[in-house]
């Protein structure tokens, strides 16, 4: 080939990020790569999930920042494929597409009630806290003022944060880059009592300690767990025997069942062995009916019929995120992935020329930011043994000139690498206008406006 190899990669999480990076920096195959996101700015989960106060682990943004700084690497936000441009014409301007574009619908937890007012998902309450452009504002303005109890459904990581998030004070909180108008709306906060409701046992949790102990150190809250929580069965005392983690988390919460409450004006309720079964309200939900279970002696558990009620006038599901397909691109409904062998997707039992998939739409919601990396490294690879065996398809019927035209007519709508360090500039400012390192900009019209310096 007598240019660059020329990649779009769609997404610009780290899946994204970590795939443009891989592509870059190989010297056998001379490659340029456009990354494209449906969001004027890059880094997805990274900015609109990971949370705010976590402040170590949202500075990964930085060292993928720096992958839109190598040559032959380009940003192209503010531009969704299947609405603005469809893979059709991908295929035409580019030789491969390298699909990351994530998991970011929420699942249900499919019981009566699921819909009432007051009942959000995870995946919204994250978005709004995170200033993602498409977040709900009115709705959280209007519910966290006049909710007094909440109940967090789910004991993952992201349940914590959203739990952390809830019991935090303001002041604990307005170092982070969280929106003015978030901080604003949790002061004006009126919960005193969080409950998160998880179905099975401390052995069986999903956190990482680090998250956990942090419920036990908050400034106006203190930790309840009910010693008839800590149920083990042998499953249980064999995980807790063989896996350190598991044996460091029963550890912790073992220690706050065992701590007197100290009045602090919020309390935070960890219960084991609670699944919900209904929501109950009337214009809003009111109360969320949980079922003891028990441990069925293989990790999992049954119900045991006994009902009991925790008020609740905000009720947030926690129970995993999903992927959703993209128009032209096979998608595994059953999973929420796109079928893929070593990253080429699939369809029909044979690869797709020129396409191929990385990160949590590849694998699912599982694993950690630097999960990705290898991950998307794993993909980059099949990509270019493709081309050193001359099985990617011909070259488009566009050219390179042509994608780079269509860009210029779309100028005022896209936003390039250098819109993005315009952004990022303004977000700077802004935080320092109020003391802090940074103010995101949550709004798409001041997004775009802030890219054009
Ligand atoms: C609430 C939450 C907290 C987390 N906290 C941590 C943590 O503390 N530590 C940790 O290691 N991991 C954490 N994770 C996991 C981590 O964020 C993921 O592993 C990672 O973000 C997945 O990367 P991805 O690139 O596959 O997807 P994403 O990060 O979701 O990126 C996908 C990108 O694709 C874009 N996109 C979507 N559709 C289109 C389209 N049609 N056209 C163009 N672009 C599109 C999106 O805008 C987005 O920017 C957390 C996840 C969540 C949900």
Known sequence: ??????????GSGPSGMYAADALVNQTAIPVSV???????????????????????IRSVRDTLDKTLDKPGVRFIGNLEVGRDISMASLHDYFDAIVLTYGASRDRRLD????????????????????GHPDADRATFERLLPTATSAVVVGVGNVAIDVTRVLAKTVGELDHTDM????????????????????????????FTTKELKELGELLEADVVVDPADLAFDEASEQAIATDKAIARNVEVIREWSRREQTGKPRRVHVHFLARPVELRGDDRVREVVVERTALDGS????????????????????????????????????????PNADGRVQRDGAS???????????????????????????????????????????PGNASAEQFDQWLAEHANDVVTTQGWRSIDEAERALGQSAGRPRTTIHDTDALLAASRG
Request: aromatic content about 6%; some cysteine; charged content about 20%.
């Open 1 to 10: 080939m007598d240019r660059p190899l020329r990649v779009a990669v769609i």
């Open 34 to 56: 456009d990354v494209i996101d449906r969001l004027p700015v890059p880094f997805g989960l990274v900015r609109y999930g990971v949370a705010p106060d976590h402040l170590s």
């Open 111 to 130: 019981i009566p009630g699921e819909d009432l007012d007051g009942s959000i998902a995870a995946t919204d309450f994250v978005a709004w806290y995170c």
């Open 179 to 206: 929106p003015q108008h978030v901080l604003e709306t949790l002061r004006a906060s009126n919960l005193t009592d969080i409950h998160l409701l998880g179905r099975r046992g401390p052995a069986q949790a999903t």
């Open 299 to 338: 990790g999992g558990v049954t119900g045991t019929g006994v009902l009991t009620t925790i008020p609740a006038d905000l009720v947030v599901r926690s129970v995993g995120y999903r992927g959703t397909a993209l128009d032209e691109v096979p998608f595994d409904e059953r999973r929420g992935v796109i």
């Open 352 to 394: 797709v020329p020129g396409e191929y998939v990385a990160g949590w739409i590849k694998r699912g919601p599982t694993g950690i930011i630097g999960t990705n990396k290898k991950d998307a490294a794993a993909t980059v690879a099949s990509l270019l043994d493709d081309v050193q065996n001359g099985t990617l398809p011909k």
